[in-house]
């Protein structure tokens, strides 16, 4: 189609690189090739989020690999901006010199 799309992520391991390479690898791919992409770009982003943990967990005990990682991504369709995060990775938006909260970050003590 004609609609300008951007995809950016940021990993960050935990116990090792394994689990954010494999994100970085693989979580792109399952954004770019779910079938509500298009449609629904932050359905996209959710659901290509849990494939890719249950992805990686299915390597992970295969191979006995004991690392995680949090991430950050933002899909910028049209002038529309999708953020998904998982994990204490946060991501900061900067509209004329000012910060915009996107998201409340994951910690341990929120409910």
Known sequence: DDV????????????????ANYSATHLHVNVGLHEEVV????EALKCSFQKTDEMFLFKAKR???RSGTTGVSA??????????????SQVM???????????????PERE
């Not at 449609?39 to 932050?42: D, I, R, S, T, V």
């Open 4 to 19: 300008d799309r951007a995809y950016f992520a940021v990993f960050d391991g935990h116990g090792g690189v394994d689990a």
């Open 75 to 88: 899909l910028i369709v049209g002038n529309k901006l999708h953020i998904a995060w998982l994990g204490d």
């Open 63 to 65: 191979e006995k690999l």
């Open 93 to 107: 938006l900067v509209q004329q010199g000012k910060a915009v909260t996107l998201m409340e970050p994951h910690k």
């Open 39 to 42: 449609k629904n770009p932050a």
